[in-house]
């Protein structure tokens, strides 16, 4: 660490440069931080926005949670506030949770962690925030699109929020919205004892929303595609580009592509709820032990066929990015090269391409014969290849380093086994015949939890520890840091791990009650208790967190511009950067991640300086 | 700060930014297209195999459907020439091109409509044995179903009778007992799976000519100030307008004879 | 993209004549309707035909006015993604719709 002491010559001159380059712009309020075309502000828009929607995800699966754990009992604390802001339709006489209420808690918890929380984090904040620093670019290609992108991803979620409290209640047919349970959700049809609106019921809102978040992901995609391909600085050869933006590029190409036969799914299933047609429902259809007045002749499996081929990719979306991020925060508190970089990226163009036929593995129960079913099984089996690849790459990144375990690092090390939990638990379901018993289990929910939540957001963590500093100028504390962390990791174990027990003692992810009624579950009961108890202190455990990220940004200690003595070009501007990050035209000298060059005096080699030989 | 790449080509690639960004979206939108296509072959798919539902194949206007896709085909290639005017720097000539090229759009919107109106005041009653039988003007009063048919002999054969004095209905009208009718309605989307698809296929298709539209519009009406100060940024503009025209009309290209004709 | 003002006259010419050669293609398509193509209770041949035209027009337009005759190797690279992905999801999506278990319903 003695090279800390030697800032590099161009940081040097941008300190100096820094304080006046911020009042350069005479830009008003509203202008620079909420209708602000600069990739910097309004990813940190999207960071804190996406914040807000995990907070808000994750409270609904608490209040989940204690049905299961306490089913019938009545919500503590907030069950009267609960019943005076979602009606007595939702909580009942003894503030208990109703079952229309669990129901859409959990398609609810499922939409906004996905759609709104954990893709706008991953790729939203840290691909706008960092990707355009990474390559050496002034902006993205296009920032009023932009801009344009965060606005209607944040009117979806506006959409998806309301949606709680009109008549009836939130979306409730699972974050999957299956037709044609989801085409007469929320419908008089269905539930004749609620006044439903037209447009202002729970599906109908979740599906425009959808369409927003959509639009959001396609403009965004577009951008950083065309950024990454077009805003490269002079000598960033594609080799030369650090892994963070190539699981971005990636992403990107996954959200271009993938997103819009959902879009078409979500556009036919409202034609049938709005318009009466009958894409998704059968001839000879009864709800509610009534034929029901359509034409008929639809498919129920074409949509699930259009929702899963964005459903899979849409896995990779999710962890790809914290990939990324934990490779840039290995290789920097390893002090080493990131191991087999090309592999890497090898790797991760080849998930892309299979994840796109890989879909039907979530559809061994619909009926499908032998032959494809053969066939999704072997590409998810090979699919399993690139993704070791990736994690085995990482792990061995660690070997022979003298690590340094500030926070970040911690969270990207745990990240390791708990997305290797996650992944290895995914390879059974793979195979229809244990699918046909696993299917619908929690076993399932722990396998894509492991994966998503101790998993992705310990990347993510990582990731807001680590460029916090870039961004604020000043670094998160440690301490607090360190009290987020060792909880979080426990009660994150403590909340999944029983899960993977009442998943294969056959418990169903539906059960309203836990399994309280079931003969079969009576044996396991307990272990609820201890997911819910985790999961309260889990919660309570965000709160170092919470205070640090705001505490932080006026009194934590201040960054310098490399703070982290790190190589590649986001460091290289001044700290915050100012509108167009870099003060002078940057060069490429050298691949991303060259730390502890022999002969070299310090042990990192910036990519913008050059050979001092 | 300046975006670099937004007129000029970058040199490695060969390519300005908006190029790589509109051909991105294309991709997208063969995704949204191929998603809505391929609805369209499982409903087709699923009618082959049902019995006594045969696919509807020549529902809609083909004479107004084949001049549409002459004016689509048509104002693909003024859009081009719009182009061309503006790299050879003839701003009057392009002007002329791009205004043809909105007429067509505004006559092939004039047409759908046309189409749609058509549909929306045609009807069609399907009875307990399941005859359908089409007309103009229905309704359903004092326990009748009443319909001008387009074939009153067949009208009768399937048991209608003409309309007694004391209903005020439409001269020509027949009547059927309300028991004997399964449902009825006018070709709206609900009425049976084509209707959804063409419907669902032609409304997004019209979104995206109005989406066209207002762009190309945009260059023709608001262009003038951009042709003083960098004409080469305007013709990369009209050249990125033009490329989402061309997919529009290639769209048409295959609605055109799978809706129509087959 | 240096068009010299020579080589875009040429060009307009040839667009005119691609132009031409859809109007043809679009009145053949609506002609050889008319007649069945291939067996007497199938529609197949009359949809091959018919989306074999829609291909070929597809192709002048994309080929030509869409100039990717001449576009850069970039944009092949993921028009050539997009295009196996939305072949992957129709062949893919057809297997499993003529594929499927039977169900064996005993008394």
């Known amino acids: ?613 | 700060m300046e975006i670099p790449y937004t007129v000029t080509a970058r040199a490695d690639t060969g390519l300005w930014n908006a190029k790589i960004g509109i051909w991105l979206f294309l991709a997208s939108e063969v995704m949204l297209f191929g998603g809505l296509f391929s609805g369209y072959v499982f409903l087709r798919l699923g009618a082959a195999s049902t019995p006594d539902y045969d696919w509807p194949t020549e529902l809609l206007n083909v004479p107004m459907g084949f001049v549409n896709t002459l004016i689509l085909i048509g104002s693909s290639v003024t859009v081009i020439l719009s182009w061309s005017a503006l790299k050879l720097r003839e701003y009057n000539k392009f002007k002329i091109w791009m205004s043809i090229t909105l007429l067509c759009a505004v006559a092939f919107l004039g047409i759908k409509t046309v189409e749609y109106t058509e549909k929306f005041t045609g009807y069609g009653i399907f009875l307990n044995d399941g005859a359908e039988i089409k007309g103009k003007y229905a309704t359903e009063q004092e326990g009748f179903v009443t319909i001008v048919p387009k074939y009153p002999e067949k009208a009768e054969a399937a048991g209608f009778t003409p309309a007694p004095a004391t209903l005020a209905v439409h001269e020509g009208s027949y009547v059927i007992p309300v028991e004997n009718v399964v449902r009825w309605s006018n070709f709206q989307p609900s009425y049976n799976t084509f209707y959804s698809i063409y419907f669902t296929l032609t409304g997004l298709h019209a979104l995206h000519v109005i989406g066209g539209v207002v762009v190309l519009g945009y260059f023709l009406f608001f262009g003038g100030p951009m042709w003083r100060t960098n004409p080469e940024h305007l013709a990369n503009r009209v050249e990125v307008g033009g490329l989402f025209w061309h997919f529009v009309d290639l769209v048409w290209i295959f609605l055109f004879p799978i809706l129509y004709l087959m | 993209m240096a068009h010299s003002a020579e080589e875009i006259r040429s060009h307009v010419r040839f667009y005119i004549g691609v132009f031409v050669g859809l109007i043809i293609l679009t009145i053949l398509t609506v002609w050889i309707d008319q007649f069945h193509i291939g067996a007497e209770d199938s529609d197949v041949g009359n949809t091959i035909v018919g989306l074999a035209i829609a291909t070929l027009k597809a192709g002048l337009v994309a080929a030509f006015f869409m100039h990717l005759t001449s576009e850069k190797p970039m944009i092949f690279r993921f028009l050539f993604a997009t295009v196996a992905f939305v072949i992957a999801m129709f062949i893919l999506m057809l297997l499993a719709h003529f594929d499927p278990i039977v169900p064996v319903f005993v008394q």
Not at chain 1, 214 to 233: E, M, P, W
Request: charged share 10%.
């Open chain 1, 1 to 613: 660490m003695a090279s800390s002491t030697t800032p590099a010559p161009s940081t040097d001159s941008h300190q100096e440069h820094a304080h006046d380059e911020h009042h350069e712009h005479e830009l008003g309020f509203w202008q620079k931080y909420i209708f602000s075309t600069d990739h910097k502000v309004i990813g940190i828009q999207y960071g804190l926005t996406a914040l807000g929607f995990l907070l808000v995800g994750f409270g609904l699966m608490i209040l989940m949670r204690w049905q299961l754990a306490y089913p019938g009992e009545a919500i503590p604390f907030i069950g009267n506030l609960l019943k005076n802001v979602l009606g007595d339709q939702m909580i009942g006489a003894n503030n208990e949770m109703t079952p229309d209420l669990y129901n859409s808690f959990g398609a609810m918890h499922g939409t906004i962690m996905v759609f709104l929380g954990v893709v706008p984090l991953a790729f939203g904040a840290f691909g706008n925030y960092v990707v355009p620093l990474q390559i050496g670019a002034p902006d993205m290609a296009f920032p009023k699109l932009n801009m344009a992108s965060y606005w209607s991803y944040l009117v979806g979620g506006v959409i998806l929020l309301m949606s709680f409290f009109v008549p009836g209640g939130a979306a409730k047919s699972g974050w999957t919205s299956y037709s044609p349970l989801a085409s007469f959700a929320d419908t008089a049809l269905q539930n004749p004892g609620i006044e439903y609106h037209m447009i202002f019921n729970g599906q109908t809102m979740w599906l425009l929303g959808m369409v927003f978040l959509i639009s959001s992901s396609l403009l965004g995609s577009v951008n950083f595609i065309t950024t990454i391909i077009q805003l490269r600085a002079p000598g960033l050869t594609w080799m030369r580009l650090p892994f963070f933006c190539w699981a971005q590029l990636v992403t990107a190409f996954l959200l271009l592509l993938a997103f819009p036969p959902l879009e078409v799914a979500a556009i036919m299933q409202l034609m049938d709820r709005l318009a009466g047609t009958s894409f998704f429902l059968p001839t000879g259809l009864i709800v509610n032990g009534a034929q029901v007045a359509i034409s008929g002749g639809g498919s129920p499996l074409l949509y699930q066929h259009l929702f899963w081929f964005l459903g899979h990719p849409e896995v990779y979306v999710l962890i790809l990015p914290a990939v990324g991020i934990v490779a840039e925060v290995i290789t920097n508190n390893t002090r080493k090269p990131l191991w087999g970089y090309k592999s890497m990226v090898f790797a991760t163009i080849i998930l892309g391409f299979l994840s796109f036929v890989v879909w039907a593995h979530h559809m061994y129960l619909t009926g499908m014969g032998t032959k494809v079913s053969a066939f999704f099984q072997t590409t998810t089996v090979i699919i399993s290849i690139p993704s070791v690849i990736l994690i085995t790459s990482l792990i061995i990144s660690l070997w022979g380093g003298s690590i340094r375990f500030n926070t970040q690092m911690l969270f990207a090390t745990a990240f390791l086994p708990m997305f290797g939990i996650g992944g290895l638990t995914g390879l059974p379901l793979a195979f229809s015949a244990i699918d046909l018993y696993l299917h619908d289990t929690y076993y399932v929910i722990a396998h894509f939890h492991y994966v998503v939540a101790p998993g992705t957001i310990f990347g993510l963590f990582a990731g807001i520890y680590y460029w916090y500093p870039k961004m604020s100028g000043r670094k998160m504390s440690e301490r607090l840091g360190k009290m987020h962390f060792w909880p979080s990791l426990v009660f994150m174990n403590g909340i999944f791990l029983p899960m993977f027990i009442h998943g294969m003692a056959g418990f169903h992810r539906r059960w309203y009650d836990g399994g309280a009624s079931y003969e079969l579950a009576q044996n396991l009961l307990w272990l609820n208790k201890v997911m819910t108890i985790s999961a309260f202190c889990l919660a309570i455990a965000q709160i170092p967190f919470i205070i640090n990220l705001f505490i932080s940004w006026k009194l934590g200690r201040k960054a310098t511009d490399n703070p982290w003595d790190a190589t590649t070009m986001e460091w290289a501007t001044p700290t915050p950067p100012p509108h167009g990050n870099f003060l002078k035209p940057v060069t490429v000298y050298r691949g991303p991640y060259e730390y502890s060059v022999p002969g070299e005096t310090r042990d990192f080699s910036p990519q913008w300086e050059p050979d001092s030989k």
